[in-house]
């Protein structure tokens, strides 16, 4: 079983003995965001109101995967020498009968995948309640249908006012035709500036202060819906708890994220009237606040249009949205049924059939039409009974009040439940975390979950070798004009990417505190790039480029993390089969039908157990094969699967993604840096006097040394100090060396020579 994790003083993973340890892994599997029964991937078109009609009757049971499936796919993942997995679950797969009503049968279901998981071994798991522009009936995935009933909405209304897009509803019904290009590219992110997710989040973080009136059975509506969720995903945990307390106790379970990517919703809108200057996601057609409040009455209006360019947003044009009338909230009648359905006893002051914030007088329909009447509301408080009216509202006081009280509470309660797992707080993409030192509310096993994606790649869908941007920079308004973001050349794009993942980390340290460690929970590249190009040529250049820069900035930090994703699923025509996006490290049409040999790009199998033991000696007189894997026992999860056990089969860009890292390192990180092309790999370290008094010199570190890249009879291995062993079985590289400054360096020889051996320097 993996050994015990913990968090050392300058927020880094480490082991019972201080050993700095880091997490490589991935997103296991966005399938979990889709119902399994009945199958409905976000292409499903959408017939007789079937797709709202029984959204209560669905079943997660299977998704990500079935039970005889998950061994096959986490050996697949320990082959690339990952560690850990982060394991997405959503709110609506625990609860989507109706509040209080939990489906225990799939939580059944996970634990006995969880189970297995364990019993594969090596493998860490962290659970994450995932979220996407708050629901699939909004266009992403997380919390259940009647999350927007209980809020006023009528989701089969959403397409006419464009309170939401989607993609099941932009298929052709009647012609039958699933058309990938009907689909709005990357359209499912500007949902988080439509009505409907916009309204969920306000609510859901800022309804007593920004929709008093909204009561439901006795509570406003923002304690209402955070009860709920807190109370559902920490049934789940309890439920883990109690039938399989052992994933506790073999260190396999680790921790619980707070929530997926938060959004502030209007929280903060200066001006209604105005799209945000910081909108940065800016594509199709896209509303003020205003014009949202109007198309959701189902009054017809014209909005701009914007496409993005290599430099942000830029206005294509106007569109001239006809709702037809149709509103996107429920009449009375309807909210009487759903209420009698669920159980729900609303305020006299919440009228039907009315947009909540007109029904908050912030706008309002008179002869002479809709007028809006608060367009600073939401950068404001109105709650006399908090804090005065005038105080300001914006991005910091939503992360350090709103954010942080939803926070605290999560905190609250989940550590009621479990007192030694992590938390993972993450904070709203690219945004900087809320001051919780000041508040006390860090009290150790704290982890900052962040998020990475290069703009210009996600948007384009290619990898552009000769120029990028600073993303990171842009978004935080770095730059007065972003043509001084642009980054020349590939080498200097993939430095960028390392630059911006370090001040991301130097953040969190700035804010809360330097033993909090930072965690890259999603990261990655999309596979589709070139009109996937690759999917017909086999060349997946492209990818493995882009991968090779995400990894060389993680590895660079030495930071854990998580790809987005792997998903079981993957296929070349829908992706993910979530809308269109297309980021899987693995696919099953990138399958072969044959077996894949167990190894190597750089020789041919050895299945013996062999491990090389060289001196320090400074002599170069060749190296010597011996069977010691009792070396190796201080190592009780081995970072990947036995040789004859790998399996790199439907993975795409493999080169980029099995890499050399340092499993343990016996000091601290100085710096790493792997060369994929003339396949290098060298690790600065700070190395710490040994703690055991008959051994003060010698201290060991473990390096993933994959065979994949590095056949052991054709390396040179050049160091500052120290012996080696290398346990070929495990692919596993134990360095003996001094206290103090240390480096190593592996380099591939060009010509191999049987007599050649380790060089020390």
Same mark, same amino acid.
């Given at each position: 079983m993996p050994e015990k994790l913990f968090i050392s003083k300058k927020g880094e993973f480490c082991d019972k003995d201080g050993n700095v340890v880091v997490l490589r892994g991935v997103n296991l599997d966005p399938n979990a965001k889709l119902p399994a029964k009945p199958d409905l991937t976000t292409h499903v078109p959408i017939k007789n109101d079937e797709f709202w009609d029984l959204a209560d009757d669905v079943s997660f049971i299977n998704h990500p995967f079935i039970l005889d499936e998950v061994e096959s796919h986490i050996n697949r993942v320990k082959s690339l020498g990952y560690n850990h997995?982060? @394991?997405? +679950?959503?709110?609506?797969?625990?609860?989507?009968?109706?509040?209080?009503?939990?489906d225990y049968e799939f939580m059944d279901y996970v634990i006995e995948v969880l189970k297995i998981i364990d019993k594969v071994g090596g493998v860490y798991v962290y659970l994450d309640p995932h979220q996407d522009v708050w629901s699939r009936f909004t266009g992403g995935s997380g919390a259940p249908?009647?999350?927007?009933?209980?809020?006023?909405?009528?989701?089969?209304?959403? &397409?006419? #006012?464009?309170?939401?897009?989607?993609? #099941?509803?932009?298929?052709?019904?009647?012609?039958?035709?699933?058309?990938?290009?009907?689909?709005?590219?990357? !359209?499912?992110?500007?949902?988080?500036?439509?009505?409907?997710?916009?309204?969920?989040?306000? %609510? +859901?973080?800022?309804?007593?202060?920004?929709?008093?009136?909204?009561?439901? #059975?006795?509570?406003?509506?923002?304690?209402?819906?955070?009860? $709920?969720?807190?109370?559902?995903?920490?049934?789940?945990y309890k439920r883990i708890q109690e039938r399989a307390p052992e994933l506790f106790e073999s260190n396999c379970i680790i921790g619980l994220e707070s929530i997926n990517e938060p959004s502030h919703g209007y929280i903060g809108t200066t001006n209604l009237n105005e799209i945000e200057k910081e909108r940065n996601l800016r594509l199709g057609s896209t509303p003020t606040g205003f014009q949202s409040f109007m198309l959701g009455e189902g009054i017809n209006t014209t909005i701009d249009k914007y496409e993005i360019t290599v430099f942000g947003p830029s206005k294509s044009g106007t569109k001239n949205v006809l709702c037809q009338g149709e509103s996107a909230w429920l009449t009375k009648d309807e909210r009487d049924i759903v209420d009698s359905k669920y159980g729900w006893s609303r305020n006299d002051e919440w009228s039907p059939g009315i947009c909540i914030w007109r029904l908050h007088k912030v706008w309002k329909i008179d002869q002479s039409g809709p007028k809006l009447l608060k367009p600073d509301y939401f950068a404001k408080l109105h709650n006399p009974e908090t804090l005065a009216t005038d105080t300001v509202v914006n991005e910091r006081y939503f992360m350090n009040n709103l954010f942080t009280h939803y926070f605290?509470?999560?905190? &609250?309660?989940?550590?009621?439940?479990?007192?030694?797992?992590?938390?993972?707080?993450?904070?709203?993409?690219?945004?900087?975390?809320?001051?919780?030192?000041?508040?006390?509310?860090?009290?150790?096993?704290?982890?900052?979950?962040?998020?990475?994606?290069?703009?210009?790649?996600?948007?384009?869908? $290619?990898?552009?070798?000769?120029?990028?941007? =600073?993303?990171?920079?842009?978004?935080?308004?770095?730059?007065?004009?972003?043509? @001084?973001?642009?980054?020349?050349?590939?080498?200097?794009? &993939? =430095?960028?990417?390392?630059?911006?993942?370090?001040?991301?980390?130097?953040?969190?340290?700035?804010?809360?505190?330097?033993? !909090?460690?930072?965690? +890259?929970?999603?990261?990655?590249?999309?596979?589709?790039m070139d009109n996937k190009k690759a999917y017909f040529s086999g060349d997946y250049t492209s990818q493995t480029k882009a991968m090779n820069a995400i990894a060389h900035a993680l590895e660079g930090n030495n930071l854990s993390f998580s790809l987005w994703c792997y998903s079981s699923g993957n296929n070349h025509r829908w992706g993910d089969n979530w809308n269109n996006e297309d980021f899987s490290i693995f696919s099953n049409d990138d399958r072969k039908d044959t077996p894949q040999e167990p190894i190597s790009r750089s020789g041919s199998p050895q299945l013996s157990v062999k491990s090389l033991m060289s001196s320090s000696s400074g002599s170069s007189n060749g190296s010597k094969f011996i069977t010691k894997t009792a070396a190796f026992e201080d190592i009780k999860w081995p970072p990947?699967? &036995? %040789?004859?056990?790998?399996? @790199?089969?439907?993975?795409?860009?493999?080169?980029?993604?099995?890499?050399?890292?340092?499993?343990?390192?016996?000091?601290?990180?100085?710096?790493?840096?792997? =060369? %994929?092309?003339?396949?290098?790999?060298?690790?600065?370290?700070?190395?710490?006097?040994?703690? #055991?008094?008959?051994? $003060?010199?010698?201290?060991?570190?473990?390096?993933?040394?994959?065979?994949?890249?590095?056949?052991?009879?054709?390396?040179?291995?050049?160091t500052s100090s120290g012996t080696f062993l290398y346990n070929e079985e495990y692919q596993l590289l134990k360095w003996h060396h001094d206290a103090g400054h240390q480096s190593i360096v592996i380099t591939t020889k060009n010509k191999f020579n049987k007599d050649d051996g380790c060089i020390i320097i």
């Open positions: 997995i982060r @394991f997405p +679950f959503s709110w609506e797969s625990i609860e989507h009968k109706g509040p209080g009503i939990y249908y009647w999350t927007l009933l209980c809020a006023g909405f009528q989701p089969k209304r959403f &397409r006419k #006012n464009e309170a939401a897009i989607v993609h #099941n509803t932009l298929i052709n019904v009647r012609t039958g035709k699933d058309n990938i290009s009907d689909f709005p590219k990357m !359209v499912w992110a500007t949902n988080y500036y439509k009505l409907a997710c916009q309204t969920m989040f306000t %609510l +859901f973080f800022g309804g007593k202060h920004f929709a008093p009136k909204c009561l439901i #059975n006795g509570m406003n509506i923002q304690d209402y819906l955070q009860e $709920t969720f807190l109370n559902a995903i920490l049934e789940f605290n509470n999560f905190h &609250r309660k989940f550590r009621k439940i479990d007192k030694e797992s992590f938390v993972l707080i993450q904070p709203p993409v690219f945004k900087s975390p809320p001051h919780l030192r000041q508040l006390d509310i860090i009290i150790g096993k704290t982890i900052c979950a962040c998020h990475f994606y290069d703009g210009l790649s996600l948007m384009y869908k $290619t990898w552009n070798r000769f120029f990028n941007v =600073d993303t990171f920079g842009i978004v935080r308004g770095n730059y007065s004009n972003p043509m @001084f973001s642009v980054v020349l050349g590939e080498s200097r794009i &993939r =430095d960028s990417f390392q630059s911006q993942l370090k001040l991301m980390k130097q953040e969190v340290h700035e804010i809360l505190g330097k033993d !909090v460690p930072t965690f +890259f929970t999603e990261i990655g590249m999309p596979y589709d990947a699967p &036995r %040789l004859e056990q790998l399996d @790199f089969n439907g993975f795409r860009g493999t080169d980029a993604l099995v890499r050399p890292f340092p499993l343990k390192i016996h000091g601290q990180f100085i710096s790493a840096k792997f =060369d %994929l092309e003339i396949k290098s790999y060298s690790l600065k370290i700070h190395a710490k006097a040994s703690s #055991n008094a008959a051994n $003060t010199t010698k201290n060991a570190t473990y390096i993933f040394l994959p065979k994949y890249h590095f056949d052991i009879d054709r390396i040179n291995i050049g």
